[in-house]
Structures are given as C-alpha cells and as structure tokens.
C-alpha cells in the first residue's frame, strides 16, 4: 500500500540485498532515508563505471490510477526503460549527462515519460555479501511540457552484474496534462553493460566545477540561529504548506534552505535535484538570452523584427512590426482573446482552443506554423497591451537563435550561447531543458516559454547574476542598463495585467511580474519575480536578497499562490528596502 503525497510513509528503514535481487518486492513508498546511506554504510567494495539498462515497468501509484488514463496515446503509469550511465568519484555517482534523456519522445515502448538524472551516492553496508549499493536522485519528466515528477532510486552492483532497481517518486511540481498529483513506487529489472570510458576525464572535471561552483546552501535553522525565529515568521505567506516542494532565502552569500518535503520525508540529495519550475523559464532563459544579446551586439537587439528573422511570420500582417522587445513583454498584439483592456486581464485568451494545437507540436516549423496560423490579430498592434502567451516566448526564442546564426554562423545556436557565454562564468556547468522533437533526429530548439529544469543553486546563481546589474566579477554579462530599469525601485514599471494581490496590482516586463512592497519606513518598493505554473517564484527583493519557492498549487482566486508579501516581508526585516 503506497502512502499518500501527505501521509506517513511506511515503516522500513532499510531496503535488504536480497529483495532488491529478487523478482518480488514488499511495495509502497518507504522513508527516503532507505535510498542513502546509512549510519552503519562503509565505503563502497569497488567502482562504478557502465550502463544501467531499464525494462520499462508498471507503477504502482497513489492513487491507484490516475487521470488521464492516457495523455497523447502514451501511459504515465508506466516506468520508461531507458539506459542510464554512470561513473563514480570520490564515493559520488555521477550520471555521463543531466540533460533529458529521451524515451516517450524518442517514440520508444509506451510510457510517457522521459527522465533527468542526477548525482548520488555509492557505498556498502554490512551483510550485503560484497555488493556495493548505489543511490541517486532523478526526474520523470516529458519533453512537451514542464513539470518534474521527483524521485530516489537504489540497486548493487558487483563484478559486472547489478541487481533490479528500486525506485519511488515522492514529490512534483504543479502537472498540466497529468491532472491529479501522484506517487509511485516500483522494482524495475536491469542488466548491465560496459561504457566506453574515453570522456570520464572530462566528465569528471566538469563535475568537479558543478561541486566547487554551487551555491553554499544551510538549513532555515541556521538562519533563524542567526537572526531569530521572529524574524522567519510567514515567509511562505497564504500557500498552503502541502503546495511547497521547497522555499528559501539567499541571504549574505548562503541559501538557506527551509526544506524539502515529500512524501517519503525530507528528499535527499535536495540541492542536486532538477525541478521543473514552467514559465520561470521565461526570466531564468529567455530574457537572460536576450539580455546577452543586447550586451554583445547593443541596445538595437531589443528594436529587431521578429519576421526579419522568422520570415514566414512575414507573410501574416500582425507580425509585420513586432520587435523582440514585444515578444518579451508578451505585447505582440496577437491573440485570441476579447478587445477589452480597461481594465487588462493578461489571461484572456491565453489557453483558447487552439493552444493545444500549438503545445503538442513537436517540431519547430510546426510550432511555428501553429502559432503562427491560429493568432488574431488585436486593433492595438504591438507593445501596447500585455497578453500571457507562451507562443511569444517560443518564436523569441527562434528569432534570437537566427539572429545568433546571421552573426556567427550557422553552428551558433542560442542554448549553447546562453550555456557557454552566460551560465559557465557565473558557475552553472547543466543546463538541461526541454527542446523540439525534430524528425532527422537533431537536437531541436529550446521551448524558452518553460521546459528549464535548474537545481536550487542554478536559481540562486542566476538570480545574484541580475541582482549584481548583470556582471560576473570585472566581466559585464547582460545588458545592464535594462537590468537597472527591471531591479527594485519606488515607481512601477511595465504592463498592466489585471492580478491583483494585497500589495496592489502587479505588471509584466521583460518576462518578469512586478509586485510592490510597503517597507517599514513608509516608503513603497516594487521588485521583479520570475514566475511559473503552480506557484513557482524567484523573487529579487532589494539588498541583493532573493526568495525562492517552489509549488505544486492551482491556481487560486485569491492569487495567493504568487503572492510574495510574506516573503518581502521577512526580508525587509533582515536588510531594509527603504534605508
């Protein structure tokens, strides 16, 4: 019997060798703490260096089954079989790639799921006969959409055999297509196979930059040591505790870090996992893109026609004057939605019938044509009027990459760029993401609207990356004087959206949604979020402090789910916005 995503998990504290070599297993979600080593664990008998090759496998799930039965003619119930290589350094095993590694959009077996991996542990216990244990964390996720479904998994290895897998699914982000939040559990049968080991040197010196380059991150109890318990209170404001996945505050250099709860108790390996954070995306990727852009090749990126780049969009008279600087503010004119605008509401339209259309698309000219050919066209023109379409953000992407290309050739693509130009230098060496599912097999295009699927540290990094006016030691990164309009100051800046909140209502600029704060000197601060489904939020609050928390909410009539009062709240406390 599984335990729900809220109640207690069983009882056993240890998953014995002789169950994880057998065909049967006991069932159920069991504490997290069984997939890491224990107080008893020793150093591991040898190395690991090979292929884990999965057997697609049934889950057993809580709820039993869940909806829909089916998404686009694939099963989420099902384990996807796919191939998994490590290493091992230093008593970590490492995964060869963190990027998606692609099943269901690969077209392989029946599951929906694809899945990201990511570093844990090997060792040995006693009693387990000369078999090495292995643990790590990992994501189930689908190439299409933008949450993750996470997980611990756990097998033994010896003399080039391993046992069955042992895996649970504990906690998740906010699903789109999958409608009810879900646990599971399985044993997945697995064999081994050797790995050519001609990469590990580089492979290992990039894992040894994500050790050296990551974020410091402490417990909220530290935090409250330092400054007093009073001084935390209400920091997640009106989300109710069962929504959080994570929160925390980067305050003075440290993240501190108030947990990460799940169905099997805290989930190890928190500061390692991936987390699908949807339309946070948005800031964290594609204005950051932009922002790179505009520093390398000047202020004139953001005046840039997008059907200069994309030339079918010429061929459609609403996009004959859209810049790139409409597309990131979401105020291309474009969309299905009424005519009224007083006041605004930035939802009309947004998930109107045709936007499925668009979302299941799995090439890049598809998505094109589809956005391209199911959008009206709204008598205001460009950059007058803020409309949420995740479109915008896709054929930004697309533009920026071939702007990229007219300059530096056609092996130039904008994922890379951001990767090499942007998150290298600040101290991020992965930066998995969800791409287009191109026929002949190449990489596709980054979605850019969502699909980014950053750890904790990932955020943090990014996040100081804006609050330090884009510049990485003597070395300026993005755009600065557009990062000094976005960043916290006493006037409101960007488009109208119609959400309200108890600080007033929020704008929209520059992929960020801007909210106010009344500071403890009678003074008002507006400061920029980067937000996604389900009520994940980076908040950059003046002083350089950054609040983060991720969510699994719906959305709410209150809209508590992105309000950050609480949040700006202790902050202030801590390093007052109006001094």
């Known amino acids: 019997m599984l335990a729900s995503a809220y109640g207690t998990p069983t009882a056993a504290q240890h998953i014995d060798a002789t169950e994880l070599l057998s065909l049967t297993w006991s069932g159920g979600v069991t504490p997290n703490s069984a997939f890491t080593p224990g107080s008893d664990a020793v150093a591991e008998h040898a190395p690991f260096s090979g292929t884990l090759r999965l057997t697609e496998t049934e889950m057993t ?13 694939r099963d989420p119930h099902l384990f996807p079989g796919v191939a998994i290589s490590f290493f091992t350094d230093k008593g970590e095993l490492v995964p060869f790639t963190q990027d998606v590694i692609r099943y269901a959009s690969d077209d392989h077996g029946r599951s ?33 959409e933008g949450e993750t479904h996470n997980g611990l998994a756990t097998f033994l290895y010896k003399d080039g055999r391993v046992s069955n897998l042992r895996f649970q699914i504990v906690q998740q982000t906010a699903p789109f297509y999958i409608k009810d939040q879900f646990v599971a559990a399985g044993l997945v049968p697995a064999t081994f196979a050797p790995v050519a080991t001609r990469q590990l040197s580089s ?23 330092k400054v007093g318990s009073a001084e935390l209170a209400n920091f997640d404001g009106p989300m109710r505790a069962s929504d959080v996945v994570l929160s925390g505050l980067d305050y003075q250099g440290t993240f501190y870090l108030k947990g990460c709860p799940s169905a099997g108790g805290q989930l190890p390996w928190c500061d390692r996992a991936r987390f699908g954070v949807w339309s946070a995306t948005k800031a964290l990727a594609n204005e950051t893109a932009l922002l790179r852009l505009a520093e390398k090749y000047g202020p004139a990126v953001f005046e840039m026609r997008i059907a200069d780049y994309v ?27 009424s005519t009224k605008r007083e006041p605004n509401d930035t939802s009309d339209g947004y998930l109107d019938p045709s936007y499925s259309r668009w979302y299941e698309a799995r090439s890049t000219q598809a998505k094109v044509t589809a956005l391209l050919e199911d959008g009206g066209v709204y008598p205001w023109g460009p950059g007058q009027v803020t409309r949420y379409r995740d479109q915008d953000m896709f054929i930004l992407g697309v533009a920026m990459d071939r702007f990229l290309k007219s300059k530096e050739g056609p092996a130039a693509n904008i994922w890379s760029m951001l990767q090499r ?13 969800n791409r287009t599912i191109e026929a002949d097999g190449s990489d596709g295009h980054p979605l850019m609207a969502y699909g ?46 119609g959400e309200r909140l108890p600080a007033g209502e929020t704008t929209y600029f520059n992929a960020f949604w801007v909210t106010s704060y009344a500071g403890s000197h009678d003074c008002r601060v507006f400061y920029p979020r980067m937000i996604g489904w389900g009520g994940n939020i980076v908040a950059l609050m003046p002083g350089g402090l950054t609040g983060i928390r991720l969510a699994k909410s719906g959305e709410t009539a209150d809209n508590s789910e992105v309000d950050t009062g609480g949040m700006a709240q202790v902050a202030d406390s801590l390093s007052s916005f109006c001094r």
């Open 61 to 73: 799930t809580e709820p039993a089954v869940f909806s829909p039965l089916s998404v686009l003619g």
């Open 112 to 144: 929906y799921w694809d899945i990201i991996v990511q570093p844990g542990r090997v060792w040995s216990q006693p009693n387990d006969s000369g078999w090495s244990r292995a643990g790590f964390p990992f994501a189930l996720v689908n190439s299409i």
């Open 203 to 225: 492979l290992k010196r990039r894992y040894e930059a994500d050790r050296t380059d990551g974020v410091p991150i402490a417990s909220w109890d530290k935090l409250a040591a």
């Open 311 to 337: 030339p079918d969009a010429g061929r459609y008279r609403g996009w004959h004057n859209v810049r790139f600087e409409d597309a990131i503010n979401m105020a291309t004119g474009i969309g299905n939605g």
């Open 421 to 433: 130009e942007v998150f290298a230098p600040i101290g991020i060496h992965q930066a998995p993401t």
């Open 452 to 497: 980014y699927y950053p750890t904790i540290s990932d955020m943090v990094l990014i996040a100081r990356l804006y609050q330090n006016d884009g510049k990485q030691g003597d070395r300026q990164i993005l755009y600065a004087p557009r990062i000094r309009e976005l960043l916290a100051g006493p006037n409101p800046r960007g488009f109208p959206t």
